[in-house]
C-alpha cells in the first residue's frame, strides 16, 4: 500500500508539472501573440497599424523592461487620419511607465504622459524574445477634462540604458466626442527620432506641444 502511494503521488506530481508546462507553451500561439492580444486588438486593427510600419516582435520570452523611459523626440512615422500632419513632424516627448511586469501570464502595467496628456492603463499584455518586444495596452487618456480610451502599442530592442528603435503606435478606440481628440477608428504610428529612448526618473515632463492622441487641428 505504501509503494502504490509513493507511485500514485509520483504520477500527480509529473501529471501537474507537464500541465503547467503545457499551459505556458500553449500561452503564445504560431503568431507569436496570445489570445489575450487577440481580444484586445482584433485581426484587422493590427493590420491596420502594422501597415502603417509599426513593427510587432512576439514570443514568449520578452525582456524584463520595468522602468520609465523617455521618447523624444517623437516623430511621426505614419498617420490615417484625415489630413493629418505629415509625417517627420515632432510631438511632445512621451514618458512612458512599465510595471508589474508577470512574463509566466505576459501581463504588464503601462501609465504615460505626452505634454498635458495622460494615460493610465486597463489592462496590458507584453510578448517578444532576445531582448525585443512588443507590448499592446488598452488605456484611458484624459487631457483637460476629456477623456478618451484607445489602444497603445510599443515596441523596442532593451539595452542597458535604456530603449533601442522605440516605435509606439496609439489607435482609437472610442473619443466620446471629444474635439481633442483622432476620429475613432484611425491612428498613428511614431518612432524615437534620435534612435534611443533613456531611462528617466519621473513620468513628469517640460515639454507641452503638440500630443500625440490629439487632432491635427489642434497645433500641429
Excluded at 477608428?185 to 526618473?201: A, K
Aim: charge should be negative.
Amino acid at each position: 500500500m505504501k509503494k502504490l502511494w509513493i507511485y500514485l503521488m509520483t504520477g500527480f506530481v509529473f501529471f501537474a508539472l507537464t500541465s503547467c508546462e503545457e499551459d505556458e507553451s500553449d500561452k503564445v500561439l504560431d503568431d507569436g501573440l496570445t489570445r489575450e492580444i487577440h481580444e484586445l486588438v482584433p485581426a484587422e486593427i493590427l493590420e491596420t497599424i502594422e501597415g502603417l510600419g509599426m513593427p510587432v516582435y512576439g514570443g514568449g520570452n520578452p525582456p524584463s523592461i520595468e522602468n520609465i523611459y523617455e521618447i523624444d523626440p517623437l516623430t511621426l512615422l505614419s498617420t490615417n487620419v484625415p489630413g493629418d500632419t505629415d509625417p517627420g513632424a515632432v510631438f511632445a516627448t512621451m514618458r512612458s511607465r512599465f510595471y508589474q511586469q508577470d512574463n509566466s501570464n505576459l501581463t504588464i502595467a503601462v501609465d504615460y504622459t505626452s505634454g498635458g496628456e495622460t494615460g493610465t492603463g486597463l489592462g496590458a499584455f507584453i510578448v517578444g524574445d532576445n531582448n525585443r518586444f512588443t507590448v499592446f495596452a488598452e488605456l484611458n487618456a484624459s487631457l483637460q477634462e476629456q477623456d478618451a480610451e484607445l489602444v497603445l502599442m510599443f515596441s523596442g530592442r532593451l539595452v542597458s540604458d535604456g530603449i533601442e528603435d522605440a516605435h509606439v503606435a496609439n489607435f482609437m478606440i472610442e473619443n466620446n466626442g471629444g474635439g481633442y481628440w483622432i476620429p475613432n477608428g484611425t491612428g498613428r504610428v511614431f518612432r524615437d527620432g534620435d534612435g534611443h529612448s533613456g531611462i528617466v526618473s519621473s513620468l513628469k515632463s517640460l515639454q507641452v506641444t503638440a500630443l500625440p492622441g490629439l487632432s491635427a487641428k489642434q497645433g500641429f
